[in-house]
């Protein structure tokens, strides 16, 4: 029996060894995408709850935020979601417009309750209103900007996770994940990341393959810059379409040519008698004038 419970320890400890193995390539891949998205990027203040995450200050002064314990407490809040049985009664909130797509997208994926936009005051608070919550886990974007929802979490003993920049303030929040949250490459990749980690937790994803969504369909896009693409587009279809026109009318300017050496036309511009026609009214036109003066 303890042969076996033995072997059963190993087999186990291959699995767990495999396991280990997908995630430490999955953070190395994923530290290097969080550099290209610059969310390693803090402020050049620093709130003293936040010091623990940072790496180290620029020239600048700029704080660099350690991207290891980012991918780490990330992990740790993605194990926080996927407690909560039901996925509606998790609501994640973004006041900032750079975050309301990655919010959206991230409900899609997790089946969590987006809140882009304004905050309606009240929400999980004031019972009367028919827009009236009752969430198990609160996500915010900043918590400075949705520190209405804070304040409304804190009253109602709601759980609440928050990205946190190096300025940010932690007053009431129960897992920080340390990261740029004003960048929208980099508020785009948290989220994703996050959904990603929270299907694989769930089962509905393996880790052993990538996940086949792009980043790129997080990141919030400004309605000004696809209108004025749409209009490049049309202007780019519109001057395409006479380019096409002008070389089918090309093929008649060999006609053109054909009547103009032929006799007949030179007999018609003859017989019209236009040279001797148009000298004389101008000659008579300035005797004209001549006596007129």
Known sequence: SSAAFLQSLGVRGAEDQEQIDNMAITKEEDVQMMLVCKTHLGTRNCDYRMKRYVFRRTVDGIHIIHLGKAWEKLMVAARVIVAVENPSDIIVASQRPYGSRAVLKFSQYTGALAMAGRWMPG????????????????????????????????????????????????????????????????????????????????????????????????????????????????????????????????????????????????????????ADDWSAPAAQGATADGQGW
């Open 123 to 274: 929400t999980l608070t004031n019972q009367i209103t028919t827009k009236y919550l009752e969430p198990r886990l609160l996500i915010v974007t900043d918590p400075r900007t949705d520190a209405q929802a804070l304040k409304e979490a804190s009253y109602a003993s709601i759980p609440v996770i928050a990205l946190c920049d190096t300025d940010s303030p932690t007053e009431h929040v129960d897992i920080a994940i340390p990261a740029n949250n004003k960048g929208k490459e980099s508020i785009a990749l948290l989220y994703w990341l996050l959904a990603r980690e929270v299907q694989y937790l769930r089962g509905t994803l393996s880790r052993s393959q990538p996940w086949d969504v792009m980043v790129d369909s997080f990141f919030w896009r400004d309605p000004e810059e696809l209108e004025r693409q749409e209009e490049m587009d049309q202007g780019f279809q519109e001057w395409s379409k006479p380019a096409e026109d002008w070389n089918a009318q090309a093929a008649p300017a060999e006609n053109w040519d054909a009547p103009a050496g032929g006799a007949a036309g030179d007999a018609s511009w003859d017989a019209a008698g236009g």
